[in-house]
């Protein structure tokens, strides 16, 4: 897991941030600690396992996106008959995605953006493990309250824990680091594309 390259990407994307928004100069750790906090409400609420009082707990892992110039349909319809559709001919799933895996993934944004903050991320310790608890719903509290320590404690050992945690969370969930390293190049590449286009 080589966690430098993926602190620099980050690194790339909030100064770009910063600059476009004119935000040179300012103070963004509470809207980021705020902001990781929301995404990790995101990332409990499509993993879904914590909602004893439901039938559905099963995590959103894969979402299918359907062609919008049939609908979904995979067909069209005219006077003349009916036909394949032009925009997806006939396969209406155009690509599938994975809700949970991108709620993560914003959540490690935040979390790299947070240590890039004060440079905070260069007193990590080299060797990083992942820590986990009993349950998943633990991990994530864990994990909130980790962020509320960094938030009155704003310092490497407390963020280190953040990222341990976090990464015994992507674990426990089933993802791998190639997997989670891909999810982030990119989302990344899209955060920039954001940008490109005026966000
Ligand atoms: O300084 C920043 C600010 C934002 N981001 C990234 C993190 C995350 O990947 C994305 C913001 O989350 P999301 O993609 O969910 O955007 P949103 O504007 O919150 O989405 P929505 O409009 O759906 O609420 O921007 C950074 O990397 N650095």
């Known amino acids: 897991m080589n966690l430098t ?21 300012q103070d963004l750790l509470p809207q980021k600690i705020l902001a990781l906090q929301v995404e990790l409400g995101e990332c409990a609420q499509n993993w879904r396992g914590f909602k004893y009082w439901s039938k559905d707990q099963k995590p959103r892992t894969i979402m299918e996106h359907l062609c919008t110039e049939c609908d979904g349909r995979g067909q069209t319809e005219d006077r003349f008959g009916i036909y394949d ?65 960094l938030e009155c404690d704003f310092d490497a050992y407390e963020y280190q824990n953040l990222i341990e945690y976090f990464l015994g969370l992507g674990e426990m969930l089933g ?24 966000y």
């Open 5 to 25: 390259k993926l602190f620099e990407m980050q690194r790339v994307l909030d100064e770009r941030i910063v600059k476009e928004k004119g935000l040179e100069g």
């Open 85 to 149: 559709c032009e925009g997806c001919g006939g396969n209406p799933v155009i690509k599938t995605s994975n809700p949970l895996l991108e709620e993560y993934i914003d959540c490690l944004h935040f979390i790299l953006s947070i240590g890039l903050v004060d440079d905070l991320y260069e007193n990590l310790s080299i060797d990083l493990v992942s820590l986990k608890t009993d349950s998943i719903t633990k991990s994530f509290i864990r994990i909130f309250n980790q962020i509320g320590q």
């Open 175 to 198: 993802f791998t680091w190639e997997q989670i390293e891909e999810a982030y190049m990119s989302k990344n590449q899209t955060n920039h594309k954001r940008q490109d286009t005026g």
